[in-house]
């Protein structure tokens, strides 16, 4: 089947899809606010409580792969259920690690909730972002990706929210966490259970069946994808390599500022900090609104590039500004990452043919970016911050430097590098 010559059928498919962001990002968000509850409850350094992003997003880099390899066998729609199963599990295991919030066993046991956590995201990010990639045209794949954006982003601002009506992150407790956790696992077994009951049809690259190189089709095939079918290893395609250092590279600019707002506005001092890890949510929002209507009159490409440039002003402004207005540069950059995840992952996984799905999961693998960089920007700030004192508001904005590099690697693959090992096209 083509997905391209059947997109009118994909609508409430791409609903129930969207359904999957809003988990994904729920389960994201609430592992953000956790950084500063455990670090309270532990009494952890900063870079400890870095941690808890650490183990959820290493479980892409280990399982990204298997979960490719899964997904060739059992299709999408039965990893959307296991993937579900799993991440309800995660939250379960929430529930005994608050148990025993009186010794660091508890917060080795939120270590490993997590990381179970993150296996079941693994396999549903490598179900739901090729699928709503390849069921239209590759050339609206972004615009596609801003609607499940909105769904994603606004739960990773409500997830945050939620916790905080039973957990208060200036003075964190954790007798009432199994309420949240639970409430969470329920809703997300209930998703499961939905998915298995709705027809959810297969959908394939052009080109992915190797059957499809046969000479009848390979007239009307685009001569990429013959030449990609011929191929025999995934590690042939530099675009798809470099897509997925850029991928790692915009997870990690893309999960610092949700996992740090909070702490941000501590050291600043301002009210209500747990409400500032909404700004970035809020900016990715009004981003994915715009970008729906800029895709209308602007390809993908030249979007991407022209979002990275305001994502290196809006870091320089984050980094020189005073704090106090600073903080709200981290809105502006959650608006341009709105864009960026598509675009890129659209730019990565076009013309691999039938290497798409072992090409998707080694996307997802680069999803570990979120564990690496909130780890050095952690361990940056214990690095730079006067000894036995607190960590103050103008060490987080020198922290801020790390997404500069970051920003430029990005715009390296949008200008140039994922035309390397394809011919130019138009």
């Known amino acids: 089947m083509n997905a391209k010559k059947n997109n009118s059928n994909y609508l409430f498919p791409l609903l129930i899809i969207a359904v999957a962001f809003f988990i994904i990002g729920f389960g994201v968000g609430i592992n953000g606010i956790m950084v500063p509850i455990l670090e309270g409850a532990f009494s ?11 183990a959820t997003f290493s479980a892409f880099l280990i399982f990204g792969r298997p979960s490719g390899m899964l997904i060739q066998k059992i299709g999408y729609k039965k990893a959307m259920i296991i993937a579900l199963l799993i991440m309800a599990l995660g939250m379960l295991l929430f529930i005994p690690s608050a148990r025993m919030s009186d010794s660091m066993a508890g917060f080795y046991m939120f270590l490993v909730a997590s990381f179970v956590g993150g296996i079941g995201n693994t396999l549903l990010q490598a179900t739901v972002n090729p699928y ?110 470099l897509g997925a250092i850029a991928l790692f590279v915009y997870v990690g600019v893309e999960t610092l500022p949700m ?18 890890s909404g700004i970035v949510s809020i900016g990715l929002v009004v981003g994915y609104i715009v970008s729906i209507f800029l895709l209308q009159v602007m390809r993908q490409k030249q979007a991407l590039i022209l979002f990275t440039f305001i994502a290196i002003a809006a870091s320089l402004c984050l980094v020189y500004l005073p704090a106090q207005q600073a903080i709200y540069s981290l809105a502006v950059l959650g608006f341009t990452h709105s864009l960026m995840w598509g675009a890129i992952w659209a ?67 949008a200008t140039l590098g994922h035309k390397i090992g394809l011919k130019k096209e138009g």
């Open 44 to 54: 952890l350094s900063k870079g400890m409580s870095y941690l808890v992003l650490t």
């Open 259 to 276: 996992a740090s707002a909070i702490d941000f506005a501590n050291a600043i001092g301002l009210d209500n900090p747990a409400h500032y």
């Open 132 to 241: 709503v990639t390849i069921c239209g045209p590759i050339e609206k794949a972004a615009q596609r990706m801003c609607f499940m954006g909105i769904m994603n982003k606004s739960a990773w601002y409500l997830g945050p929210i939620f916790l905080s009506l039973f957990i208060d992150v200036t003075n964190p407790v954790l007798d009432l966490a199994h309420i949240p956790f639970g409430l969470a696992a329920v809703v997300i077994v209930l998703l499961a259970i939905l998915i298995h009951f709705v027809h959810l049809p297969e959908v394939k690259a052009e080109g992915e069946d190797e059957d499809e190189l046969d000479e009848a089709s390979a007239e009307t095939q685009d001569s990429f994808v013959i030449a990609a079918n011929k191929k025999k290893s995934i590690w042939q395609f530099p675009h798809l390599i």
């Open 347 to 413: 730019l990565a996984i076009d013309k691999l043919g039938k290497f798409t799905k072992v090409g998707s999961s080694i996307l997802v693998m680069a999803i570990v970016g979120g564990a690496i960089f909130p780890l050095i920007f952690g361990f940056i700030l214990d690095a730079i911050k006067t000894p036995g004192m607190a960590i103050t508001a103008e060490n987080f904005q020198t922290g801020y430097w790390l997404f500069v590099p970051g920003y430029l690697y990005i715009l390296f693959y």
